[in-house]
């Protein structure tokens, strides 16, 4: 089943494409057409390729009448799409080709693309790879979420402090989508429930349309194509004609203004609550027209709605459309005449809950009188699930409590799977959060450990390895991922080693050039690239990266002719803005990088970058890139992580602790081709509960007391002692996340790691063996768990394929 389904053009029947929808979509002629019109040009030129097998995959999905899964997210992090479609045409060299005879630079033209950076990190990424999964391996899906206006906001360091600005991808026409002005569906907020006639009706106080965009996600090789419908949030009345006329211009435009204000802005946080009405809103706007929507769709067909566990599979990225249960409930009894008991039964059988955290900051909650005034209907409704719930499984776990209504509690009792995202995190889930429930509801707690999409995060951002894997194993191993095993044979065959290293050395080589061009910075790409990418957090530790590297240069400085591997530190990441902590950190790495990079004594050993606005874009061109993967969160805290697989699947060891996903990683690697370090998260917890535990290791430890000592001076701020203060003591007073415990012990295993990379071989070896021992981190493996273990979905390839050599 590896055939590409598309046929190609020829180059030149491609070329006349770019070139007639310069012409007639874009209206300009070659000689004044721009980056961007060349851009938009190519990438409508691929779309008319994908519309096709769209619909041809929409058509099996209706003739098939088996089950759709629907994923809710609030998030979804595409990045950039035109290399991507592409790729999955399999047109990648044709579309090169045809713009570089254009007399275009093919990667500029890419390069000229915004991301569509509809999400925070983690959670958001992974639903856009699930969806190019989903795709592959054809199960009929449909993604939903928001049309955001204003993606995650734009990072700039003014004097080293993080500056916010608005994110304006859609200032540009985004060409992937559909509007489909048909499909529009009202939400209702507000206003009181009355019972009538013995029925109960909800008057709602404040309508909204929501309306949606359609955008097909192409699978690899164009086999599938699902659709990804997002939804913007729309007046009911554009537009109030008798203000205007009364020369109200303002009060006009009002019930427009008031209903966009739902899906304008991404929350900028990552796991932190927001106690925000306009958070809750967009939650039940997002997830009340996705069912409304995938309703419609089975009554269209003809579905009896007691059958629709069997069609519809509902699966809630993290708490956010936690709202699906009593809405489904809602909809079924008050439009379809459900009783409450069938009512929940029903829908608790369709839908299915992804925790991805166990930070309690990130379990939503939302004060009751919020939530009664915003949606006094779903109050009541979750008041019968409560008391179902409590029928069955006592009162130990309660959705109402300390006046708050709890989104997890609600998702889990309201889910007939609960899933973590790694193993070790499934089983903190079973432990803590969701303890009582787990006995209340056992074996409904399950784990599917998370995947990134080896198309974009190996076949597509990193060309030299992928040329190499081609040559050494063949082509069939980009949705088969298992395939990288065969590169262990090769190991030993040192030709395999120079060819694995040359194309290390070619990424470094262009992340230094790309440095160069961006931001004037230049690095030596025979240093270590030693990476920290994600998200700043006081969990990740970005900080005890920061204090391990200022030791480092003072043990430099303290023995400048010894015999040093040189690294260059890039970190890479944003705070949300409210953040303070996190935003201080920030703040700390750059000004540290000014100092360390402006001594002369340590410059040829220790660079630190930190490029601002990371984003996915930036981690293509970064991961390929790296040489060490930093995965140094606090035991027990870092849910799964998915940037830990990249870089292992591009060839980057690890240095880090026995956290989420790591633990499967260095199983898998090995455990001498792992850099571990660290507390476990038993160890964690028992530390914790030692008096002074902070001050004690950091008086047991020279170094840390040394770096502490200089941040306080003012060192690094310009002899200023306040700034960092707050950060420094926070350390010795409640270092909750074990920054100065794990100190020593993370300091120890970088220098492992010196010693290691400085024999070249045996660390190209080792790079090579994480490349060819990870392939089970294809977010194929993870889409195929959900389909069996919780959604009970079926492909629909082999049902396509073979209708077609019938026809
Ligand atoms: N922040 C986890 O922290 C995990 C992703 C995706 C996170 C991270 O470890 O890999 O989800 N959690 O499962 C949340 O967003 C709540 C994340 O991205």
């Not at 898998?668 to 476990?680: D, K, S, Y």
């Not at 003012?714 to 306040?722: N, Q, Y």
């Amino acid at each position: 089943m590896t055939t590409p389904r598309i046929s190609a053009p020829s180059v030149e029947a491609f070329s006349a494409a770019i070139l007639r929808h310069l012409k007639l979509s874009l209206g300009k002629d070659p000689e004044h057409a721009s980056l961007y019109d060349w851009r938009m040009s190519l990438a409508l030129s691929l779309r008319d390729h994908v519309v096709e097998p769209w619909f041809e995959s929409t058509r099996k999905t209706y003739e098939a009448r088996g089950k759709r899964v629907y994923y809710l997210s609030m998030e979804f992090l595409i990045g950039r799409l035109v290399e991507d479609v592409a790729v999955n045409l399999g047109f990648e060299d044709i579309a090169e080709e045809a713009i570089t005879a254009l007399g275009q630079n093919y990667g500029d033209v890419v390069a000229n693309e915004p991301d569509a950076a509809l999400g925070n990190g983690g959670l958001g990424r992974l639903a856009a790879c699930f969806m190019d999964s989903l795709s592959t391996l054809g199960i009929p899906a449909y993604g939903y979420g928001i049309r955001y206006e204003h993606g995650l906001f734009e990072q700039h360091f003014e004097e080293g402090a993080q500056i916010e600005t608005a994110e304006t991808w859609l200032s540009q026409a985004h060409v992937w989508e559909f509007e489909r002005p048909e499909v529009t569906y009202p939400i209702h907020f507000g206003g009181h429930v009355a019972v009538e006639d013995g029925k109960t009706v909800w008057h709602a106080g404040e309508t909204v349309m929501a309306s949606a965009y359609d955008t097909p996600v192409l699978g690899w090789q164009g086999r599938w194509a699902n659709t990804l419908r997002l939804w913007a949030a729309k007046p009911t009345t554009n537009f109030d004609l008798e203000s205007f006329n009364r020369g109200d211009y303002i009060a006009a435009s009002a019930p427009e203004a008031l209903a966009r204000t739902i899906s304008r802005v991404l929350y900028p946080d990552d796991t932190t609550d927001v106690g925000k009405e306009l958070r809750l809103k967009q939650e039940y706007f997002f997830t009340s027209a996705s069912l409304q929507d995938l309703l419609r769709r089975f009554l269209s067909e003809g579905g009896a709605l007691k059958d629709l566990p069997d069609h519809v599979a509902i699966q809630l990225n993290d708490t956010h459309p936690a709202i699906a249960g009593p809405e489904l409930v809602r909809l079924l009894m008050d439009e379809h005449q459900f009783e409450v008991a069938q009512a929940i039964t029903t829908a608790r059988a369709c839908l299915a809950y992804t925790n991805h955290t166990l930070l309690p900051e990130a379990l939503e909650r939302w004060p009751e009188d919020l939530f009664a005034r915003v949606l006094p209907r779903h109050y009541r409704i979750i008041q019968l699930i409560e008391a179902a719930h409590f029928a069955t499984a006592g009162e130990t776990v309660r959705i109402f409590e300390h006046g708050e209504v709890k989104m997890g509690e609600l998702a889990f009792v309201m889910a007939h799977h609960v899933n973590g995202v790694s193993a070790l995190h499934s089983e903190l889930v079973k432990e803590t959060v969701f303890s009582d429930l787990n006995a209340a509801y056992p074996g409904r707690i399950i784990n599917q450990t998370n995947g990134i999409t080896p198309r974009r995060w190996l076949y597509t951002c990193n060309r030299p390895l992928r040329g190499l894997i081609n040559d050494t194993i063949g082509t069939a191993w980009p949705d088969n991922l298992d395939q990288l095993s065969g590169l262990t044979a090769h190991v030993e065959d040192s030709a395999f080693l120079d060819r694995f290293q040359a194309a290390k050395d070619a990424n470094k080589a262009r992340l230094a050039d790309w440095l160069k061009a961006r931001d004037g910075v230049s690095v030596d790409p025979a240093a270590m690239f030693d990476v920290q990418i994600k998200r700043i957090h006081e969990y990740k530790r970005q900080l005890m990266n920061l204090l391990e590297t200022v030791a480092l240069w003072n043990d430099i400085r303290a023995n400048p002719n010894g015999a040093w591997t040189p690294r260059v530190k890039l970190f890479g990441g944003k705070a949300a803005p409210g953040y303070v902590v996190a935003k201080e950190i920030i703040h700390l790495i750059n000004d540290a990088a000014r100092v360390i990079n402006a001594d002369p004594v340590t410059r040829e050993f220790l660079q630190i970058v930190y490029p601002e606005n990371y984003n996915v874009s930036m981690a293509e061109m970064l991961i390929p890139a790296a040489d060490l993967s930093e995965q140094i969160s606090t035991a027990g805290k870092e849910a799964s992580g998915t940037g830990n697989m990249k870089f292992a699947l591009n060839g980057a060891p690890t240095i880090g602790t026995l956290d989420g996903a790591n633990v499967e990683i260095r199983d898998c690697v090995g455990a001498e081709n792992f850099f571990l370090f660290g507390l476990t998260a038993a160890e964690v917890t028992a530390r914790r509960a030692e008096p002074d535990y902070a001050r004690t290791a950091i008086a047991a430890s020279p170094r840390l007391s040394e770096v502490l000592d200089q941040i306080r001076s003012g060192l690094f701020s310009g002899g200023d002692r306040d700034r960092y203060v707050n950060l420094v003591n926070g350390l010795y007073d409640h270092d909750y996340f074990l920054v100065t415990c794990d100190f020593d012990a993370y300091f120890a295993a970088q220098r492992q790691v010196d010693t290691a990379f400085a024999d070249s071989r045996t660390w190209t070896r080792m790079a090579a063996l994480n490349t060819a021992r990870v392939g089970w981190f294809s977010s194929d493996r993870t889409i195929s768990g959900y389909a069996k273990d919780i959604w009970q979905a079926q492909s629909l390839l082999e049902q396509r394929d073979a209708d077609q050599n019938v026809a």
